[in-house]
């Protein structure tokens, strides 16, 4: 690797803090590559190719929304044999040109102008309805009459029709597009942006329409699975880098440990997006189930390789923010567990070492919501009216507020020991974690509240936890929850450094993540279950 391969790798370091928010910028390197990948295919416009792929000049000017529209409508509308590269050139780069606000009217004005036609629904289904069933008494003789039945078959088939909106055609012609895929996923993640600001239902549908295509178009058979080495080009090596979201790697020392020796990186690839992974997964070579991802990171030097039992998965991310919600970490993790027992049968384990993003923000509302309602039930023990107590919830047990109590100091204060947790936690100093006797006060409730989230905190009967969410219904079971496991800033503040294990048994992925999906079921560990087993003998005993 040259120095020049080193200089871009450093460079990837430098990334901005919100990567979502630079993939959606009107001049970002995706449309900028796109934009330079399109003008590379004519000579006519060299000049201009030379001076984007150089960053010499920013565009031109900005095309006109009415410009981009009219575009926009002929991808649509033209016939399918006048539709060329040329064509679709033409809206990519225009819609590239656009601000992000002028993107927002375009994509609102595809959502819902370019929806289906519902008069022409309705009056199909008007006249499938007046139709009676194949077979019926008012068919003479009960014998299927052929011209009757193609009566169905055509309404059916124009309804079927019917009920695809205007807008699939966009889609499907960009998908034919050398860098339309590409596209696709970005046009997706400005719709995505959008809908952070309100539910727009026509775009809601938009999105919700495009991320099916966008499933089938990346489906398993269409990836390829690829291990990233060292040896593997510098454009590459700086993707991993700048995408790497749950462990920033902070120098290139780090990028080749993490691809070294006891080490593996494997991503999915689609033809259509050349040279960047769509998805990558990390994997650290074990001997046991590690606790702490400071033993993941810094592990020097890794043990043999031939003497590991365990596949740990500490860090899965994908590069696209167009690709939100559509599981492709689900097929690349059963894909790498198929590849590591083939290539190493040593290793029985499949593990995770997974941080819990939600925990904090969860515990903190809960202390906060409870404080109140426990200065509320100190107003109101003199009133009559205490109907607004209803929800009050001690969460911590009695020897818990008594350690916490005594363990505060001048750190904290309050007047029970919801209080004074909520102020602990709170502070971004975490100045808890300086204290022997408040790790200490602290680690009881905390496991065993981190316990309960993960287990019983659904949403809609599905774990709150987004990263739990996403293991459990690919099939593993919760196994172990670790103290002290990231002590980083990120870890601290999203879980007061409290990370868990996951683990993947091939032989039950199936079962537990179909109990999962239908059931809300959660498998885990006795480890983890004890922790709330009095909880749950209590709710068993309610339930008789």
């Known amino acids: 690797m040259n120095k020049r391969a080193l200089a871009i790798l450093m460079r990837a370091r430098m990334r901005p803090n919100h990567l979502s928010n630079f993939a959606l910028s009107p001049i970002s390197n995706e449309l ?53 590269d040329s064509v679709l050139n033409e809206f990519l780069e225009g819609y590239c040109s656009l601000s992000f606000e002028n993107r927002r009217k375009l994509l609102l004005a595809l959502a819902k102008e370019y929806d289906l036609n519902r008069a022409q629904v309705r009056e199909l289904i008007k006249q499938y309805l007046g139709l009676q069933p194949p077979g019926s008494e008012a068919q003479s003789g009960g014998v ?21 909106p205007v807008y699939e055609t966009l889609f499907e012609r960009l998908n034919t597009h050398p860098e339309g895929l590409k596209f696709l996923t970005i046009i997706r993640a400005d719709i995505l942006s959008i809908l952070t600001e309100g539910n727009i239902a026509s775009l809601r549908a938009l999105d919700s329409y495009l991320k099916e295509k966008l499933t089938t178009w990346l489906s398993p058979a269409a990836l390829e699975l690829h291990q990233i080495t060292w040896d593997d080009p510098a454009s590459l090596l700086e993707k991993i880098v700048f995408y790497e979201a749950v462990h920033p790697i902070s120098n290139l020392i780090d990028l080749k440990r993490r691809l070294g020796v006891g080490r593996r990186c494997f991503g999915y690839f689609h033809s259509a997006i050349p040279r960047e992974p769509l998805i990558f997964i990390e994997v650290a070579l074990l001997k046991n189930i590690a606790e702490t991802i400071q033993e993941v990171l810094w592990d020097n030097p890794p043990i043999a390789e031939s003497e590991a039992t ?28 198929t590849l590591v027992k083939i290539d190493m049968p040593h290793i029985s384990v499949f593990a995770t070492l997974s941080p819990i993003p939600g925990f904090m923000q969860w515990l903190l509302s809960k202390l906060a919501s409870q404080s109140k ?5 100190d ?84 774990a709150l936890d987004s990263v739990a969410n996403f293991h459990l219904q690919n099939g593993a079971m919760v196994q172990r929850i670790n103290w002290m ?54 709710e068993s005993k309610d339930s008789l």
């Open 144 to 164: 299927e009459d052929e011209g009757f039945l193609s009566t169905f078959y055509r309404i059916e088939r124009n309804l079927r029709h019917s009920l695809k």
């Open 379 to 462: 107003i109101s023990r003199s009133s009559a009216d205490r109907s607004r107590l209803t929800f009050y919830e001690n969460i911590l047990e009695p020897e818990e507020e008594r350690a916490l109590i005594d363990s505060s100091g001048d750190l904290a204060s309050g007047k029970s020991g919801m209080e004074i947790m909520l102020n602990l936690l709170t502070p971004t100093t975490h100045e808890w974690t300086n204290s022997d006797k408040l790790l200490s006060a602290l680690k009881p409730p905390l496991m065993r509240l981190c316990a309960r989230y993960l287990l019983q905190e659904k949403k809609r009967g599905k």
């Open 32 to 84: 900028s590559q796109i934009l330079s990948n399109s003008h590379g295919n004519r000579s006519s416009e060299n000049g201009e190719h030379h001076a984007m792929e150089h960053g010499k000049e920013k565009l031109n000017h900005q095309r006109s929304f009415e410009v981009v529209r009219e575009s926009m409508h002929s991808v649509i509308s033209m016939n399918k044999t006048e539709v060329g």
């Open 310 to 337: 365990c596949a740990l998965f500490y860090s899965i991310s994908s590069t696209q923010p167009g690709l939100a919600g559509i599981n492709l970490g689900k097929f690349l993790i059963k894909r790498v567990i």
């Open 485 to 538: 496991a990231d002590q980083s800033e990120k870890g601290l503040k999203q879980s007061a450094g409290i990370m868990v294990n996951y683990v993947y048994r091939p032989e039950n992925i199936e079962e537990y993540a179909q109990s999962y999906f239908s059931k809300g079921h959660i498998h885990s560990s006795y480890d983890v279950k004890r922790y709330i087993q009095p909880a749950l003998e209590n």
């Open 373 to 377: 309602l426990a200065k509320a039930e």
